[in-house]
């Protein structure tokens, strides 16, 4: 038996027995380590504003129409940072002891198929926490950059750095996702990256990382198109990376790009956007948004960019930056039977996080 997060309405979550399946030919089980918790994607399930809880997602149209929710409550093991410790296999694919890093939401032990369950193998000297970035989060973050890289040389691109290389780099948004996207457009050799945020305390993790930072309050964009001159009536930006899921947000990053600039979009709008003006900037200064998902890769780039060389991106990323994310980026470790109480405090704001980890002893029962 298993215990999986379950949220059975908005506000009310709880942890609830699983039964796990029998251990299969070819397939592994893991004891969960380490969970993390992605606080905005997996809130809009608690606070119930996700699109699928309202609306019916066709995936041939890719459209939402109305109709049936594509996902209902209860909502059964939300997450896809986790990392757990294989204690039995019954595949040459894995050995029994290995670290993996995986995307089965929170639950506190699974049965894995490496036929359809992605996996990663950990490096031993890679901090097991740390690894909840590496099969799902790092790739978004990466993808990012990646989009960058296509924008500016196409199929051509070969490094995840090409598009931030030697240029001048905004990152708007100061949660995970935005201060992974600076570390990873700064060990990919940005000219400069500057975090724009409007909360002090995430403005001082981004300097702790290494960042140049400003705050939204005092008008960013007219701040760096004076600081940064390309030539006659061209400042601002080369790129922008909007990592917050606020309107606002996008506008801000809208007004930061230089002429003809891109803005790589891996913010989650659950609200609307009165907010972004496009007869201004956007219109003005011909002006490109690319949004980066995770579900897909630039065209062209498919078949040398898949899934797992963004995850190998990411144990890179963490073999130089890892120290210093884990000393600010991670802001809270609890149990995994704490974790409806954290959930709920962070949907009701009583409790602040940058990133959360659920934490799971199972050293002793796994070995």
């Not at 073999?319 to 995994?336: K, M, N, Q």
Request: proline share 5%; charged share 25%; with cysteine.
């Amino acid at each position: 038996m298993g215990e999986v997060l379950t949220i059975e309405a908005p506000g009310k979550v709880s942890l609830v027995e699983e039964k796990l399946p029998e251990l299969p030919e070819g397939g592994f089980r893991v004891a969960t380590t380490h969970s993390g918790v992605s606080a905005g994607t997996e809130l809009t399930y608690v606070k119930g504003d996700n699109p699928y809880l309202n609306a019916t997602f066709d995936r041939e149209l890719g459209l939402f129409v109305p109709g049936t929710p594509s996902i209902e409550y209860p909502v059964r093991g939300i997450g896809y940072m986790q990392v757990g410790l294989v204690v039995e296999t019954r595949t040459a694919a894995v050995r029994e002891g290995a670290r993996v890093a995986m995307a089965y939401g929170h639950r506190t032990a699974y049965v894995a198929d490496p036929l359809t369950d992605r996996f990663v193998e950990l490096p031993d000297d890679l901090d097991p926490l740390l690894g909840i970035y590496v099969a799902h989060m790092g790739p978004i973050c990466a993808n990012g950059l990646l989009h960058a890289a296509h924008d500016l040389y196409g199929p051509a691109a070969r490094q995840l750095g090409d598009g931030v290389r030697g240029r001048r780099v905004v990152v708007v948004g100061a949660g995970v996702v935005g201060l992974l996207v600076a570390c990873f457009a700064m060990h990919g050799g940005a000219a400069e990256v500057v975090v724009v945020d409007e909360t002090p305390a995430r403005l001082e993790v981004a300097t702790a990382l290494g960042a140049d930072v400003l705050a939204t309050a005092d008008d960013p964009a007219v701040t760096l198109k004076r600081r940064w001159r390309h030539a006659p009536q061209d400042r601002g930006a080369d790129v922008v990376f909007q990592c917050r899921g606020r309107a606002r947000a996008l506008a801000l990053g809208l007004r930061l790009l230089r002429p003809q600039g891109t803005l790589v979009d891996l913010a989650f709008y659950t609200e609307g956007a009165d907010e972004v003006r496009l007869g201004e900037e956007f219109h003005h200064n011909g002006l490109s948004v690319r949004c980066a998902q995770i579900g897909r890769v630039p065209r062209g780039l498919a078949h040398a960019w898949d899934r797992e060389r963004l995850s190998y991106e990411t144990i890179g990323l963490l073999s130089e930056w890892g120290p210093l994310l884990r000393r600010h980026l991670v802001t809270d470790v609890v149990g995994f039977r704490d974790a409806p109480q954290l959930l709920g405090d962070l949907a009701a704001r009583r409790r602040q996080s940058l990133q959360a980890v659920l934490r799971h002893e199972v050293e002793e029962e796994g070995r």
